[in-house]
């Protein structure tokens, strides 16, 4: 079945340096990708999406591009901020009727 | 206006016991999905409604596990008979239409222990 697998954590940076929190997939159809960043105390909220192969999802300086050739959503960010502490997930909608699937989870700190 | 709420936010219950997690979904969102999440693993769906009915609950890990919504918003997902193993995060979302991930808010979430 579909699935993601997601950069394990816990990622510690300091502020302005470059982030990068790898994301795999698979998938049998024509999925749909997500990264979902959650702060201290909040609900899981979108960050970016590509719906199909090339697409880049781009937000808050944030960006990921869906590579089907190696199954890859890659997120990264140039400059870091102390803000962009949070859990980042990388999620797959399998486009196939409520099918949806959550990486583990990668806990970023920055550091000032 | 006001997000997707959940209560409680924490609850700590004993093995054996019942427990109910209350979602409250967007105003006017006909959709609402119920995902656990568990210490070192990505959310695992749960439960899907469509107005007050699921027609998929094919994530629902076992039959302990039940849910409800009434009145296209409230939903309660009810554990019965806790084991260890239920301890989790559970987190609830809404939508406008089941629109797909992308459309989704999600609450904060109910941390559930069970010791």
């Known amino acids: 079945g579909d699935s993601v697998t997601q950069m394990e954590g816990p990622v510690t940076l300091s502020e302005e340096a470059c982030l990068t929190i790898?994301?795999?997939?698979?998938?049998?159809?024509?999925?749909?990708l997500f990264w979902y960043v959650q702060y201290p105390g909040e609900g899981l909220q979108l960050l970016l999406k590509?719906?199909?192969?090339?697409d880049k999802g781009s937000n808050k300086g944030f960006e990921a591009t869906y590579r089907k050739e190696t199954t890859s959503f890659h997120l990264e960010k140039g400059s870091v901020q102390v803000s962009d502490s949070a859990v980042y997930f990388c999620?797959?909608?399998?486009?196939?009727?409520?099918?949806?699937?959550f990486g583990t989870g990668t806990s970023l700190t920055v550091i000032p | 206006g006001a997000g997707v709420s959940q209560s409680p936010s924490n609850k700590v219950t004993e093995k054996g016991k019942d427990v109910e997690l209350r979602c409250d979904p967007i105003?006017?969102?006909?959709?609402l999905y119920w995902y656990r999440q568990r210490l070192g693993q990505g959310l695992e769906f749960l439960i899907y409604?469509?107005?007050?009915?699921?027609?998929?609950k094919s994530g629902l890990p076992s039959d302990r596990f039940s849910a409800e919504r009434t009145g296209e918003s409230v939903s309660t997902l009810t554990i019965q008979r806790t084991q260890q193993e239920d301890s989790a995060v559970y987190l609830c979302a809404s939508s406008h239409t089941s629109a797909g991930l992308g459309e989704q808010y999600f609450g904060p979430g109910t941390r559930l222990t069970v010791t």
């Open positions: 790898n994301c795999t997939y698979t998938a049998t159809g024509y999925p749909s």
């Open positions: 999620a797959l909608d399998s486009d196939t009727g409520n099918q949806f699937y």
């Open positions: 105003s006017g969102h006909t959709a």
């Open positions: 590509a719906t199909k192969a090339d």
């Open positions: 409604f469509q107005g007050n009915s699921a027609p998929d």
